[in-house]
């Protein structure tokens, strides 16, 4: 299941630079880098392999990847960024499981279902064949390059990987049949195609494939190439970090892609037979040393300021109706999906089945609907307003309003720019919300004619979502009394995590499979809690996990099972233990001495909490 803490994007409300090349990378739990670390994961590595291609541009490659991802909610949401975004390419990755609509709101399959949904039922073909023609037609009155990839190194998924294939080709959209490049040209196999032996995602090495033969067919497009930086490498290089920084993208990953970029092209210009292009070699280096002093000093100061105690954080009490403003907006899209793209009412009766049963009907949650959508989202819209600080975010969010002002524009008093990344995604979601009501209203003016009770249990359900959503807007403005704490601090670029969880075999358990998870809250740098999460045997003697998140100079770490885990009664018996945790700035071969160093002292824990942990 996705979650509003596993993210990778850095980049939420960067609009875009004249400076670089932008390719979105969008999908699901593949894209994202499940199994793997940040740095290592397929946007992570696309950017330094682009960088070293394209070696007159800067190119900036956004992570939009989600855990528990599909085509409708990564396409809708880059549907929605195109709104005020610019990209110059789109990298889209599918796979099997990514054609199951609303599995993430309650409707189950399994794994034996996708293949059918793929090939033999109709009304989700046509819904498959409904988002590709939409991209098609977006795309192709725009100037950006997209590109669709089926991730999968399996025979078993050749059958949807033709059927993908023959989608993209009859809409003439470029595809890369991964499977196929992977086995025929790299070493790759099932034997170091997986992250780990318990996580079906693809490895680090895989990912550097993959980035390798998604960077030579893009190099191929015309039209991608800018050439600024090569013509005036330090101003580009300045203007684009400027962009970068004014418009909210953080500091460390800015100064961490600057750094990797002028590597890349350094290492490509010290090979070149050519004489001009070697020559650049010495300017590049001297660029990158100024880059390093730079962050050096960046990093300095938010060390001094991570030794003043932090003020009390009332961003966490947002986290919790952020986690259900994200499920909510996200979970509608792919509905107003269905109610918009759509136009044949035996289908969208057909997906009005698909909620017959479950959460919704067994709790009796639509029993209010009286059949008159239009009222019930007029309703929704009406109240907002009442909402006075999340409507001002919302405004700064979307670009409207007296008080919104330059957008993102640091000296202009409140800004995205300037607000803890809790808050502006409030802003975000409160603005997402009101374009989905739009979208809404829409949609009931253009319904086809012949609603049924299954159509209408449809629109029942959206009904349903945007009064909780409203409701959540409402416990979030009731916080903002207290008055926020702004800081943005700026930590060094990693923060690594070592866990070693031992077990013992034991036949009478019905699961063996853990995940364990690594969450952090920030106070310095100001930032959204994050989580990373791993799977394990909880019968294995011993297994090592190495976690990254972003660096944190102060806050709490907390790392063990969720509540929910099938294991968790293996830990609180000691049959399965968490034995050592070791915290320290930097990654493996260039980190600090470990600021936390813990051992298990005999204690059946199924977690283990660090409060105001500082690191250097």
Not at 494 to 501: A, G, K, N, P
Request: glycine letters at 6%; charged letters at 25%.
């Amino acid at each position: 299941m996705a979650d509003i803490l596993e993210t990778r994007c850095v980049s939420e409300n960067f609009v875009g630079s004249e400076h670089v090349v932008r390719v979105a990378c969008i999908g699901d739990s593949l894209m994202y880098g499940a199994g793997v670390a940040p740095r290592e994961s397929l946007p992570a590595q696309l950017s330094r392999m682009l960088n070293a291609a394209f070696v007159d541009d800067l190119v900036w490659v956004d992570n939009f990847g989600e855990n528990s991802g599909n085509i409708w909610h990564a396409w809708s949401q880059f549907v929605e960024r195109l709104q005020h975004g610019r990209f110059d390419a789109v990298v889209f990755s599918i796979c099997d499981n990514d054609i199951a609509l609303f599995e993430s709101n309650t409707v189950a399959y399994g794994d034996a279902a996708y293949p059918s949904l793929w090939l033999k039922d109709p009304v989700f073909s046509n819904g498959v064949f409904n988002l590709f023609k939409s991209a098609k037609d977006i795309l192709s009155s725009s100037p950006i390059i997209p590109l669709f990839v089926f991730y999968t190194l399996s025979d078993d998924d050749r059958p949807i990987t033709d059927c993908v294939a023959h989608l993209c080709g009859l809409l003439d959209l470029p595809f890369i049949d991964l499977r196929a490049y992977l086995t025929e040209r790299t070493a790759i196999t099932r034997a170091n195609f997986f992250a780990s032996e318990f996580d079906g995602h693809p490895s680090a090495i895989v990912h550097d494939a993959v980035a390798r033969g998604i960077a030579e067919r893009l190099r191929e497009a015309s039209g991608l190439s800018h050439g600024r930086f090569g013509t005036e490498p330090e101003r580009v290089l300045a203007a684009a970090l400027d962009d970068l920084l004014t418009q909210g993208v953080e500091p460390d990953a800015a100064l961490s892609w600057a750094t990797e970029a002028l590597a890349a092209k350094q290492r490509v210009a010290g090979r070149s037979q050519d004489q001009a292009r070697a020559g650049k070699a010495a300017a590049l280096e001297a660029l990158s040393d100024k880059m390093r002093v730079s962050g050096d000093r960046w990093r300095l100061r938010r060390r001094l300021e991570a030794r003043v105690p932090p003020a009390d954080q009332i961003a966490s009490l947002l986290v919790p109706n952020l986690v259900q403003l994200y499920h909510l907006t996200r979970n509608l899209d792919e509905l107003i999906f269905v109610l918009t793209k759509t136009r044949d009412a035996p289908d969208l009766a057909a997906f009005g089945r698909l909620f017959a049963q479950g959460h919704y009907v067994a709790e009796r949650r639509l029993d209010f609907y009286r059949g008159d959508a239009a009222a019930e989202v007029a309703a929704i819209a009406a109240a907002l307003p009442a909402l006075p600080f999340v409507g001002r975010l919302r405004h700064l969010c979307d670009g409207t309003g007296e008080d919104a002002g330059p957008r993102l524009s640091p000296e202009d008093g409140l800004t995205l720019a300037s607000l803890p990344p809790e808050i502006v995604r409030l802003g975000q979601f409160a603005s997402r919300l009101h374009e989905q009501l739009e979208r809404l209203s829409e949609a009931w003016a253009g319904r086809p004619a012949g609603e049924g009770d299954d159509i209408a249990r449809l629109w029942a359900v959206a009904c349903v979502m945007i009064r909780d959503a409203r409701d959540y807007l409402d416990n979030c403005e009731a916080v903002f009394g207290r008055g926020p704490d702004l800081a943005a601090p700026i930590p060094p670029p990693w923060t690594s995590i070592d866990v070693v969880i031992e077990g013992t075999a034991d036949p009478a358990a019905d699961e063996r499979l853990y995940r364990l998870g690594v969450e952090a809250s920030y106070a310095v740098p100001r930032r959204m809690p994050i989580r990373e999460v791993h799977w394990g045997d909880a019968d294995r003697a011993r297994i090592a996990h190495h976690f990254e998140i972003p660096a944190l100079l102060r806050g709490d770490i907390r790392v063990g099972l969720t509540e929910s885990d099938p294991t968790l009664e293996r830990f609180l018996r000691g049959a399965t233990r968490i034995a050592e945790i070791r915290i320290a700035s930097g990654v493996p071969g260039n980190a600090l001495p470990p600021a936390v160093e813990w051992r298990n002292s005999g204690q059946n824990l199924s977690a283990v909490s660090f409060s105001d942990v500082a690191l250097a």
